[in-house]
């Protein structure tokens, strides 16, 4: 079955500065890859997704990467902010509907 | 997403009682989903469902029940809590179609002495 990798576990990156979280799948047939972010106490949130038809896509300050190649994606956030602080989740799905999640990136904006 | 609802969401209870959780969305979505989370170990799946009267073992399904007699209800029974099933519970559903997003409800915290 479908198992997604996700690095690092936590990152801690000054205000302003860019953050990067890398996943790696290993099924071939992911075609969805959805990131969630879950703030403290919250539920997770679908903040962007990508299909495996694009290589990348950006909202705003959020882009994400998709290398189908090396079965890699990546989520980019740019000029971070405090309220950006948060567990971040990538994830796969191979074309059904069962989601298969990382383990999940602390992510630390320090003031 | 106020479409799905979960309750309660703190419970507190003690080894060997029966809690059942609940879910409920009103986006009439085929697929519903259980995870439980605990520290250092993300998101689990417990059950799943692809429609009413189907449902699926997930990851972690032991000593946990579920049924969906209709599309908008997917209750999760634990038949005899005990110390180890202490974690945040999620529910979450997705559109019919296939490579949706889930959404979540806010979570149950359930703590069992």
């Known amino acids: 079955g479908e198992n997604v990798e996700q690095h690092p576990s936590t990152l801690s990156v000054q205000e302003g500065d860019s953050a990067v979280i890398k996943c790696t799948y290993s099924d071939s047939a992911s075609n969805y890859f959805p990131w969630y972010k879950q703030e403290l106490g919250k539920r997770p949130q679908l903040i962007i997704d990508i299909r495996s038809n694009v290589g990348e896509k950006k909202d705003q300050r959020i882009a994400v990467t998709l290398n189908k190649t090396a079965k890699h994606f990546s989520l980019h956030i740019t000029e971070t902010q405090p309220e950006d602080s948060a567990v971040y989740f990538c994830a796969a799905i191979d074309g059904g509907f069962k989601t298969i999640f990382g383990a999940g990136t602390r992510l630390f904006v320090k003031a | 997403d106020a479409g799905i609802t979960q309750s309660p969401r703190y419970k507190i209870t003690e080894t060997g009682r029966q809690v059942t959780l609940m879910c409920h969305q009103t986006w009439s979505h085929s697929y519903m989903f259980w995870y439980r989370q605990d520290l250092g170990h993300g998101l689990r799946l417990i059950y799943y469902s692809a429609a009413a009267d189907i449902t699926d073992k997930g990851e972690v399904p032991d000593g946990y029940v579920v049924s969906r007699s209709k599309t908008e209800n997917f209750p999760l029974t634990l038949e005899s809590a005990t110390r180890s099933q202490t974690s945040v519970y999620f529910c979450?559903?997705?559109?019919?179609?296939?490579?949706?997003?889930?959404?979540f409800g806010d979570g149950t915290r359930l703590s069992i002495l």
């Open positions: 979450a559903s997705s559109e019919s179609r296939l490579n949706q997003p889930q959404h």
